[in-house]
């Protein structure tokens, strides 16, 4: 199924309300917008953080996206299957030598026409700098003038923007919701959705890092510095990145069941796994109507099944 730019910039998505085996019987009432169901490959907050770089490669007419990310990375994964789809020729500088054997992730990106271009850990830590940029180019017999470098993980200015948009997507009246939950890498889709969102709306992030405090001082000049209705909590980690506990795969499993609807353990599984946590905390507070964002990666939950 082939799909165009417009298609993608129009789509929408459902709400669904959850029936949550350990919220029976109290007044809390939590729904989820079902960013992953946005398109079978392009989908979730990857394709929120995508599309503005998309459409100004479109509006310059560059023929190309350049952008940054691991053997298991959600960025690429998107970023190859919209390239395959709008047109684009796509190349993915991947973190590290490049294995015997491809992650699932870069054998479909690699199938969609992504070229691959691996890069030393310690030469991929200056993807950000203008020389390290242009010696790329040089390398790839790229012309500069064909080519839309994208941030790692789609971030940025054009990255936050498009997340702006995510709400929208469900049909969504922040106002309808105390809280707005999703899972937090970087901050930037928590700081697009907190500044899409009313001010008396609390948008709480969940990092999926260990010692992300840091995050808060991204978060605060990626959403402008003025804006008060966000959190981030930074003790739900299971252990640091891509970690998992006993615990959080019990609550995967039974949220799955519950639902019939998939996480993955890297980022959406933690965030549920946080709400189960503080659930006397939201008991306290009076909080009874909770959207939880579902940010989509599950192609990534191959990375951690095997
Ligand atoms: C599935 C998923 N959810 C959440 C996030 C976190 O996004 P951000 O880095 O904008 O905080 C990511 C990473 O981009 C992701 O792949």
């Known amino acids: 199924m082939t799909v165009t730019l417009k298609q993608l910039l129009n789509a929408r998505v459902e709400v669904n ?18 960013l992953d169901q946005l398109h079978p490959q392009i989908s979730g907050n990857k394709w929120y953080k995508l ?25 690429i994964h998107a970023l190859a299957a919209a390239g395959k789809h709008l047109g684009f020729k796509t190349i993915g500088v991947i973190r590290g030598e490049r294995p015997e054997k491809l992650s699932a992730t870069l054998q479909d990106a690699e ?8 890069v030393s850990r310690a030469d991929y830590r200056h993807k950000h700098t203008p020389e390290f940029q242009q010696r790329l180019l040089q390398q790839l017999r790229l012309p500069s003038d064909q080519v839309l470098i994208a941030p790692e993980g789609g971030s940025g200015d054009l990255g936050i923007s498009g997340c702006e948009d995510i709400l929208a997507a469900g049909n969504i009246d922040a106002r309808d919701y105390q809280e707005i939950w999703l899972a937090c890498g970087t901050g930037a889709t928590l ?14 992030g969940v990092a999926v890092l260990k010692g992300a405090d840091f995050l808060r001082d991204d978060i605060r000049h990626y959403s402008g510095g003025s804006l008060n209705n966000w959190v981030l909590e930074t003790d739900y980690h299971c252990g640091g ?20 609807i998939p996480l ?43």
């Open 264 to 306: 993955d353990q890297v980022y959406t599984g933690k965030m549920v796994n946080a709400l189960k946590q503080k659930q006397a905390m939201l008991t306290a507070n009076n909080i009874q109507r909770i959207l939880l964002v579902h940010t989509g990666g599950l192609q990534g939950r191959r990375g951690i099944q095997h």
């Open 191 to 204: 700081s697009g959705i907190a500044r899409s969102a009313s001010p008396d709306t609390q948008v709480r």
């Open 241 to 260: 990145y891509g970690k998992v506990s006993p615990e959080l795969l019990q609550t995967i499993d039974e949220f799955e069941q519950d639902t019939g």
């Open 17 to 34: 309300q959850l029936n949550l085996r350990w919220l029976a019987g109290s007044n809390i009432q939590v729904d989820m917008l079902r």
């Open 51 to 75: 599309k503005g770089h998309l459409q100004q490669a479109e509006r310059l007419g560059l023929s190309t996206l350049l952008s940054f990310g691991g053997a298991w990375s959600n960025h």
């Open 111 to 118: 199938a969609w026409g992504m070229r691959l271009h691996f």
